[in-house]
């Protein structure tokens, strides 16, 4: 390529001013000398130019690329029904159209999922950005952007050279349910009636007739209320502290695109205002305080506690102003307000006439119904005032044998399930760290699980289900011993909060039970707490249906699990054939799933403002042809990129446009010639 360049002499101002002279110079001639005068100007105006030292610049140039740019959007939404597929195919098509030509680089950017999508959705515009910030301007020749339609940061699209070219997975005809979640609360207090709102669109549109059911822990099921606005309600009452899954579903579309956003698991946590624990203690003895301390220290805990000092048959003659003791409410704690308490404890109690049978058989009644039952047994256990002789015996999770072993310290040992259940498993230390107790009630017929041992392996701590309530028995009154540091003391705290907590039902003491856990990195932890060594597999199922056998790896305590990678957001389900969780990977309403059909309509306007098109892969592929950026960019069937025809400068030479001695010959020639005239 050549061009002509100007490289002045002298500065511009001089020049100038040696213009205006030769000007004036020229309008003298032509006044007092008319006859040469011509040929003198044309001299004068020869040697001016010749000043400015015009160059011939010859540039050494090589054709460049261009650049085109093809985004390819792999986002959740994108994993649906058959648009992979279409992703490949679109991919495959256009490698074989720009590979035709030789004048086209192509770069390829993937879109893929980051954890942000719930809340950012696809951000393809900031990606793009990106992109181009490392391309020449002048060799860009457009972006094709594979995806569904569905990307949510136009407000990035701002200042992005066009033409913009959309190919389109999905289908014109894809349909979709979305149930919307409103109102969730995530904590609510334990017997008390949370609500609980959601919506039902259908492509898009609110639809207040769709059914909607709520699936409590339980597993019963309830319809939701519709009201005039399509707003569906339904009330939830947890039952006990900790984890309550609630799953929110509706019925699906035929033919719909998309199951994941039609049901929800809603983790509403319970929590009690106060735990409301009913002690009462009978014969007096060292660790009674040890019960009343740990309970009082425990926030949680709203204790009523109540020592009965004399049987109501025995004659006390003080004098009523002296008594500084109330009588026992009997009546009113054992019938009218029995059901307020979430757990009665029994310490060192014996059979006399404070409790009558039918009081007993309320507390029987009780603890089938829901309630929670634990005994501290001392010496009376297995005498003949034993509760063992009462109604509660059918509660009871062994019976005494008559003989206490009281003549020799005993290292306390958890059993082998005590080494798997949350309630022991918990505590810190083992037998070797805990201080040796003396008494111990011994007692047959053991139900449940003996958690904690002697070294003859005789049970020291009994837990028990009975119907819906739970039973414990702590077999020693030697609590106090651990409290007071004798022979290097225990974890009596601990032991104590996390025995009365599983009476009370806290979800992470359950000996049985299986979990889902939201991990980093798209990360999906299943958790298995058992107190059986089972190699079983769980069977996970992802939202969109597919199922997934996953044997667990054993991590000590009774607790086995696994990492996997999680596919996408919405419901996971695990089945053990025992046990079931439940869970939601993601927000309530992910802005990627708000509405998965494909559109063109999210990015209509801003392809119309880049001079772009867009294409269904399902109908045809269109054509990629290289135009004139001036021109079409697109058609019905095609699709431009436009030719920049940039090139790389890779050297110059200069050299003037006339040689100096011709410039003298040429104006020497001038002045002779009017020399020459004006001696005519």
């Avoid at 003298?28 to 011939?56: C, D, E, M, T, Y």
């Avoid at 039952?239 to 994941?260: C, F, K, M, Q, R």
């Avoid at 290097?488 to 359950?510: A, F, I, N, Q, S």
Wanted: glycine residues 8%.
């Amino acid at each position: 390529m050549n061009n002509i360049t100007l490289d002045p002499i002298l500065s511009l101002p001089v020049l100038l001013s040696l213009g205006v002279l030769i000007l004036v110079f020229a309008l003298w001639s032509i006044l007092k000398l008319p006859r040469g005068a011509w040929f003198r100007i044309s001299a004068g105006v020869l040697v001016w130019l010749s000043l400015f030292n015009p160059q011939i610049t010859q540039k050494d140039t090589r054709s460049l690329k261009d650049i085109a740019v093809v985004l390819i959007d792999r986002s959740t939404s994108q994993q649906l029904k058959d648009r992979p597929e279409q992703t490949e195919q679109a991919l495959s098509y256009i490698r074989e159209q720009t590979g035709l030509y030789k004048d086209l680089d192509v770069r390829y950017v993937t879109l893929d999922p980051d954890g942000k999508e719930d809340k950012q959705g696809t951000r393809a515009f900031s990606i793009l950005k990106q992109t181009l910030s490392g391309i020449d301007p002048q060799r860009y020749a457009g972006t094709i952007l594979i995806s569904d339609g569905q990307i949510h940061d136009l407000e990035d699209a701002t200042n992005i050279k066009g033409p913009l070219h959309l190919l389109l997975t999905g289908h014109k005809k894809d349909q979709d349910r979305r149930l919307e979640i409103l109102n969730a609360p995530k904590y609510g207090l334990v017997d008390h009636a949370l609500t609980i709102q959601v919506r039902v669109l259908d492509n898009g549109r609110v639809n207040p007739d769709a059914p909607v059911r709520l699936i409590k822990p339980d597993g019963s099921r309830i319809s939701f209320r519709a009201k005039d606005d399509g707003i569906f309600e339904a009330t939830f009452t947890p039952e006990h502290a900790g984890d309550n899954l609630l799953v929110v579903e509706t019925d699906p579309l035929a033919e719909e695109i998309s199951l994941s956003n039609n049901s929800y698991a809603i983790n509403v946590n319970g929590v009690h205002d106060r735990l409301r624990v009913l002690l009462v203690s009978g014969q007096p003895h060292q660790g009674q305080r040890t019960w009343r301390n740990i309970l009082k220290s425990d926030p949680a805990v709203d204790l009523v506690h109540f020592t009965i000092l004399r049987p109501s048959e025995k004659e006390d003659f003080t004098p009523l102003s002296e008594l500084s003791l109330i009588a026992f409410p009997v009546r009113e704690l054992f019938e009218e307000k029995l059901n307020d308490f979430n757990l009665i404890i029994f310490d060192r109690y014996y059979k006399h006439n404070v409790l009558n049978q039918t009081y007993f058989q309320n507390i029987n009644q009780y603890v089938r119904d829901g309630g929670a039952l634990l005994i501290s047994a001392g010496p009376d256990f297995s005498g003949p005032h034993s509760l063992a002789n009462t109604p509660l015996s059918k509660l009871l999770p062994a019976y005494p044998t008559g003989h206490i072993s009281k003549d020799a310290p005993y290292r306390i040992q958890r059993s082998s399930d005590g080494k798997r259940h949350p309630i022991t498993a918990k505590l810190p230390g083992g037998s070797k760290d805990w201080g040796r107790w003396i008494r111990l009630v011994e007692t047959t017929d053991v139900q449940g699980q003996s958690i904690l041992e002697n070294e003859q392996k005789k049970p020291l701590l009994i837990v028990n289900r009975v119907e819906d309530g739970r039973v414990a028995m702590l077999l020693s009154d030697h609590l106090w011993l651990w409290a007071r540091g004798f022979d290097g003391g225990g974890p009596h705290t601990g032991l104590v909060r996390h025995l009365v907590h599983w009476l009370m039902k806290e979800p992470d003491l359950e000996e049985e039970q299986l979990q889902l856990l939201a991990k980093e990195n798209g990360q999906l932890e299943i958790r298995r707490q058992s107190l059986k060594p089972t190699t079983d597999p769980v069977t996970l199922t992802h939202p969109d249906g597919n199922t997934q056998s996953i044997t667990l790896s054993p991590k000590g305590k009774g607790i086995s699990q696994k990492q996997v990678t999680a596919t996408m957001p919405g419901i996971y389900r695990a089945d053990d054939g025992y046990e079931t969780a439940v869970m939601t990977l993601g927000s309530p309403n992910p802005l990627e799933f708000r509405d998965p059909r494909a559109s063109s309509d999210p990015l209509e306007k801003i392809i119309t403002d880049m001079n772009g098109s867009f294409h269904w892969i399902s109908d045809k592929m269109p054509q990629i042809k290289r135009v004139s950026a001036k021109g079409n960019l697109s058609g019905k069937d095609w699709l431009g990129l436009p030719q920049n025809k940039a090139e790389a400068i890779l050297g110059s030479k200069q050299t003037a446009l006339l040689p100096t001695w011709l410039i003298f010959i040429l104006a020497l020639t001038f002045w002779c010639f009017g020399w020459w005239r004006e001696s005519r």
